[in-house]
């Protein structure tokens, strides 16, 4: 046979390069082989008049399919054959890569999309459906191995299932459902790891010692063990726990694992030794005994799902209206950056849950969310007066906004002001000024009376001492410029004078590291940048509760340091 002269087909398509191998088998022949010295079985053909033919297709569509090979031999005498197969007809198409699909999701209008990939060809773009919490939506773009869809405003501080249909052209389809947790404003999570967080709701559980840990006749339950770390990167070491008592180690990481991928998991790293809500929460998947401590334990499996202690969604507020100012869940509201105690400590789940004032007991004990059911005597005036006026301003206008805006009758006159005409408004300075809890009239009035006034500074932004300030200026006014930090438009920016007396690891540990000056102190978040010892500048931009700030240093040897303070 002539090789040179084979030829395999698919559906009439030439397949490169098939592969003829002659008749043969191991024969009973050693060679030596160089390589290792040692004597190796031979492979001994047999015939030239016989063989096999290889060949491997292209990736085939589902359905039925021709094959045909056409061999020579050395006298052009053609030898054809022909046969028919079915590629499985029963492969859907695979869906993967949904997204978003975390928990946080601080933009409330997300492109929502989903990879694809189909064994059949092309998708039908009209057989896609795709429907965001049970309402099938519109303008869903289809392109190849990907579905997208530009997602219209979505409600704040919610779980939001995505499912999404596609449909292949042998009418085969594939379904995919998702969810993610939107977080609008970042509002941050209460630390409620620790087991004394969980003691008071649930006293019999005061740590791994009132799980089924113990000897059973004698021997270990090794099952026990194995159905917990079934669900976390931790494996179930006994060596782990026989240098020290079971969870007393505190150096060991883990995360969560087995969960459900579909579900947007809080907590995927425990944030100390004993995290309790890793097994604990929505999506975790955890099993475990229908009765504790159950004497079949150590024979039955677990199949009590545990998984379903969702803290954030069983603290929601049900009185939407705060929600403009507030966080929805009340644990997040409490943990924002300055809520403490009467006694200026942080704010922790046993703060309200072992609190002894009556109004929270009762609230607690009928399930009461709303935020004056603790708050009886919340004063929300008190909490828009501003000191700064002078006599000649307290002429006409009240130092309190609420009452400037909504009754003094001297300035309001015909117009119907509510909250919403500040606390929803689409102005740039106005919605910037709330967030910073800027009470000055010149956060949102930058002209009054023919003159121009000066904004002041957000009081949670350090400026560095020993520098000139300039006043805060609006960003807009640099756009364009090389050096204004992206998506800035909207904010301002506040320059400092050039010094040579200041270098940028003084600016850098300032804002980083001292104690009582880091950004961190104020609630500020690094979210990206770094200096390296000897450099000459650095940018760091941080987030709190969807505020931003960008700070650039930069220094040369003549003229010195200048610092940068842009915020939005």
């Given at each position: ?7 395999a087909?698919?559906?009439d ?7 003829l ?149 042998s ?29 008071t ?18 021997s ?101 209206s ?67 006026f ?6 006409c ?11 003094n ?91 040579v ?68």
């Open positions: 046979m002539n090789a040179a002269t084979l030829v087909k698919i559906d398509n030439i397949v490169a390069t098939p592969n191998v002659n008749k043969g088998h191991m024969g009973q022949v050693y060679v030596d082989d160089p390589n290792d010295g040692y004597w190796e079985p031979a492979w001994i053909t047999d015939s030239y008049k016989e063989g096999t033919v290889t060949f491997t297709p292209p990736v085939l569509t589902n359905g039925d399919h021709e094959a045909l090979v056409t061999i020579a031999d050395k006298r052009g005498n053609l030898l054809t054959e022909k046969w028919h197969f079915t590629v499985g007809v029963n492969t859907p198409p695979v869906l993967s890569n949904m997204t978003p699909l975390q928990y946080g999701v601080t933009d409330l209008t997300p492109l929502i999309s989903v990879d694809y990939k189909t064994v059949n060809g092309p998708i039908v773009p009209q057989s896609v459906k795709l429907t965001v919490d049970g309402v099938e939506v519109n303008n869903i773009q289809v392109t190849a191995g990907k579905v997208t869809y530009q997602s219209g405003p979505l409600s704040d501080e919610s779980y939001h299932t995505v499912n999404v249909t596609i449909k292949d052209n009418g085969l389809s594939s379904t995919a459902t998702w969810k993610f947790y939107t977080n609008g404003n970042n509002y941050p999570d209460m630390a409620d790891s620790n087991v004394s967080n969980c003691t709701c649930h006293a019999g559980y005061t740590g791994l010692s009132s799980h089924p840990l113990k000897l059973v006749e004698d270990h339950n090794y099952k026990s063990c194995v159905a917990c770390h079934s669900f976390i990167s931790q494996p179930a070491d006994c060596a782990a726990c026989h240098k020290s008592s079971h969870g007393t180690s505190t150096t060991i990481s883990y995360n969560a694992i087995n969960y459900d991928s579909t579900f947007p998991l809080r907590i995927k790293t425990n944030r100390e030794m004993v995290d309790c809500i890793i097994c604990h929460q929505p999506g975790a998947n955890t099993l475990g005994h229908y009765s504790f401590p159950d004497p079949r334990y150590a024979l039955v499996a677990a199949t009590k799902p545990v998984d379903g202690h969702d803290i954030p969604e069983l603290h929601k507020n049900t009185e939407t705060c929600n403009k100012c507030h966080a929805q869940s009340l644990t997040k509201e409490h943990a924002r950056p300055g809520s403490v105690d009467k006694a200026g400590e942080a704010i922790t789940c046993n703060t309200c849950h072992k609190s002894t004032n009556p109004d929270v007991i009762k609230a607690i004990a009928d399930k009461n969310t709303k935020c004056d059911a603790c708050h009886v005597n919340a004063n929300h005036d008190q909490l828009h007066v501003w000191d700064g002078d006599a000649n301003c307290e002429t206008h009240a130092n309190t906004l609420t009452t400037e805006h909504l009754s009758v001297k300035t309001v006159g015909s117009s119907k002001n509510d909250c919403a005409t500040c606390h929803e408004s689409d102005n740039k300075a106005v919605k910037r000024t709330i967030a910073s809890k800027n009470l000055s009239c010149t956060g949102c009035h930058p002209t009054a009376h023919g003159l121009q006034l000066v904004d002041s500074f957000p009081s949670d932004i350090p400026r560095y001492p020993g520098y000139q300030w300039s006043s805060p200026n609006e960003a807009s006014l640099f756009l364009g410029e090389s050096t204004t930090p992206a998506n800035y438009e909207s904010g301002q920016v506040a320059i400092s004078n050039r010094s007396d200041i270098t940028v690891e003084q600016v850098w540990k300032y804002y980083n590291e001292q104690t009582d000056t880091r950004m961190s102190v104020k609630g500020w978040v690094l979210k990206s940048g770094s200096f390296t010892l000897g450099a000459s500048n650095f940018v760091a931009e941080y987030e709190k509760e969807g505020r931003f700030v960008t700070i650039k240093c930069y220094t040369s040897p003549l003229t010195g340091s200048k610092i940068e303070v842009w915020y939005k």
